[in-house]
């Protein structure tokens, strides 16, 4: 009796674990992320802080790489073109611009990354620091109503500046191996490298950074089939 005991359960505990077996994992595609990525985006440049007192709305273009360590940490990349029309403060129709030269900058910046995937979206948190290269504009402006709108003040001005960048990435897999998203960002310069000279009578030195909130749309294409996990994307079925 114990023998027969015995004998029928292994059979249950072997019939059992066939059946686990048999059952099929999750699709790569929904469970884990890209190990390699490319990421292009561009949008609206909206400046901030004293920095609106010189620039209006622009554009800005990016690219980027991600490398992902596992499911949910990666370390990433990036390089950008930022670029603000330039308005200074209390321009009127008697506003006079000599030498009309708009804000443009080239930001390069590296940091690290979190994901929480969820089958097809996906959620990007991400911080960077770097080096921001501008371009230093030798514009000035004058009005009947206030003697100097805005005046560049070459001997004080930094072209080069540390950056921050902090921003969500909004991700769709839109295929399994291409992601569409909406990115909101915020990018600023360390230690305000921008300065000029405007005023009313008495002209002052202002220092500002060149800051801007980025609302941008792009894609994350997977480069190659291997995800962070080191599986094989199968694009059979």
Same mark, same amino acid.
């Given at each position: 009796?114990?023998?027969?005991?015995?004998?029928?359960?292994?059979?249950?505990?072997? &019939?059992a674990k066939g059946q686990?077996?048999?059952?099929? $994992?999750?699709?790569?595609?929904?469970?884990?992320?890209? $190990?390699?990525?490319?990421?292009i985006d561009l949008g609206l440049s909206s400046p901030t802080g004293d920095y609106k007192d010189v620039a209006v709305s622009g554009l800005n273009i990016g690219a980027g790489y991600d490398f992902y360590m596992d499911k949910h940490w990666a370390?990433?990349?990036?390089?950008?073109?930022? &670029?603000?029309?330039?308005?200074?403060? %209390?321009?009127?129709p008697q506003t006079t611009?000599?030498?009309?030269?708009?804000?443009?900058?080239?930001?390069?910046?590296?940091?690290p990354q979190y994901s929480f995937?969820?089958?097809?979206?996906?959620?990007?948190?991400?911080?960077?620091? %770097?080096? @921001?290269?501008?371009? $230093? @504009?030798?514009?000035?402006?004058?009005?009947?109503?206030?003697?100097?709108? &805005?005046?560049?003040?070459?001997?004080?001005?930094?072209t080069t500046a540390a950056v921050l960048q902090v921003g969500l990435r909004f991700n769709y897999y839109f295929?399994?191996?291409? @992601?569409?998203?909406?990115?909101?960002q915020y990018m600023s310069t360390l230690g305000e490298p921008i300065a000029y000279f405007s005023g009313n009578g008495t002209v002052d030195r202002k220092l500002t950074n060149f800051s801007n909130?980025?609302?941008n749309v792009g894609l994350k294409i997977a480069i190659g089939p291997e995800y962070s996990n080191g599986e094989m994307r199968d694009d059979s079925f």
């Amino acid at each position: 009796m114990r023998i027969l005991f015995l004998t029928l359960l292994l059979t249950i505990s072997f &019939y059992a674990k066939g059946q686990n077996d048999s059952i099929p $994992k999750d699709a790569v595609h929904l469970r884990e992320v890209p $190990k390699h990525n490319l990421v292009i985006d561009l949008g609206l440049s909206s400046p901030t802080g004293d920095y609106k007192d010189v620039a209006v709305s622009g554009l800005n273009i990016g690219a980027g790489y991600d490398f992902y360590m596992d499911k949910h940490w990666a370390l990433t990349a990036s390089t950008r073109y930022v &670029y603000n029309e330039f308005s200074p403060i %209390g321009s009127t129709p008697q506003t006079t611009i000599n030498n009309e030269e708009n804000w443009s900058a080239f930001t390069l910046a590296i940091g690290p990354q979190y994901s929480f995937t969820n089958n097809r979206f996906q959620l990007d948190a991400f911080t960077r620091i %770097g080096f @921001q290269f501008i371009d $230093k @504009q030798e514009s000035s402006a004058t009005s009947s109503l206030i003697e100097t709108n &805005y005046a560049t003040d070459s001997e004080n001005f930094n072209t080069t500046a540390a950056v921050l960048q902090v921003g969500l990435r909004f991700n769709y897999y839109f295929r399994r191996s291409v @992601q569409v998203f909406f990115s909101p960002q915020y990018m600023s310069t360390l230690g305000e490298p921008i300065a000029y000279f405007s005023g009313n009578g008495t002209v002052d030195r202002k220092l500002t950074n060149f800051s801007n909130i980025l609302f941008n749309v792009g894609l994350k294409i997977a480069i190659g089939p291997e995800y962070s996990n080191g599986e094989m994307r199968d694009d059979s079925f």
